[in-house]
């Protein structure tokens, strides 16, 4: 079966600068996850998606991130304006929503923001 | 609130060495546990995961991890390395009920031939 699509594989921006990242998931994938992985840190989790509903968004900075999964299916994350700080790699997953699923981790968009 | 430590950020050890990775959790019952790898430029790969029953879990790759409640650890180990293990190991934690998970700061893995 195919994996979780994730585009770009890199990008590089300036600061104040506005990016956006899209995934694809697992065809039937209920829930979507965005996680934000900076160097030499474990993932975070930054928004949790079940079909096109936000479950869980308490870690996303608000004031400039955000995203959409309007159709259930693939899901975007922008951020506008850009800081510093930002520079990491953006990784999606998914999973069926059952309990005891595991999770399927996309390669990630590794963001530079100079 | 739940959250995931892994004591040591980086270990080196000898082809054919075992190994013994660390991970402890605070949760106020038992959360489900589970191990990822991430080899540079790839997504994280499950190795193996304990939600009940049997403490000793097996994974894929030789790993195998064992649940201590009284310790709170779910420690990683492989009896063998091989050069191919080099890489980046989380250990995270879910609450049941919750399907997100919180990963600990990672262990890198370094195989010396």
């Known amino acids: 079966e195919a994996g979780v699509a994730q585009s770009p594989r890199y990008k590089i921006i300036e600061k104040r600068q506005s990016v956006a990242f899209w995934c694809n998931p697992i065809s039937g994938h209920a829930t979507l996850y965005w996680y934000q992985q900076i160097l030499g840190q474990g993932p975070k989790l930054l928004i949790q998606f079940q079909n096109n509903g936000v479950v869980d968004d308490s870690q996303l900075p608000k004031d400039r991130f955000s995203a959409e999964r309007l159709k259930g299916v693939d899901s975007t994350l922008k951020i506008q304006p850009a800081k510093l700080e930002d520079s990491a790699v953006y990784l999606c997953?998914?999973?069926?929503?059952?309990?005891?699923?595991?999770?399927?981790f996309g390669s990630g968009t590794q963001l530079s923001v100079l | 609130a739940q959250s995931v430590t892994q004591p040591d950020i980086h270990i080196t050890v000898s082809e054919g060495a075992s190994l013994e990775l660390r991970c402890n959790y605070s949760y106020g019952a038992t959360p489900y546990l589970f191990w990822y790898v991430q080899s540079p430029g790839q997504g994280l790969q499950l190795l193996l995961k304990y939600f009940s029953g049997d403490t000793l879990v097996q994974g894929i790759k030789g790993f195998e991890a064992e649940f201590k409640r009284s310790q709170s650890s779910f420690n990683l180990r492989k009896p063998s390395v091989h050069w191919s293990d080099a890489a980046e190991y989380f250990c995270a934690v879910k609450s049941p009920g919750r399907r997100a998970l919180t990963f600990g700061s990672g262990t890198r893995l370094q195989v010396q031939p």
């Open positions: 997953a998914s999973s069926s929503g059952w309990e005891n699923e595991k999770l399927f």
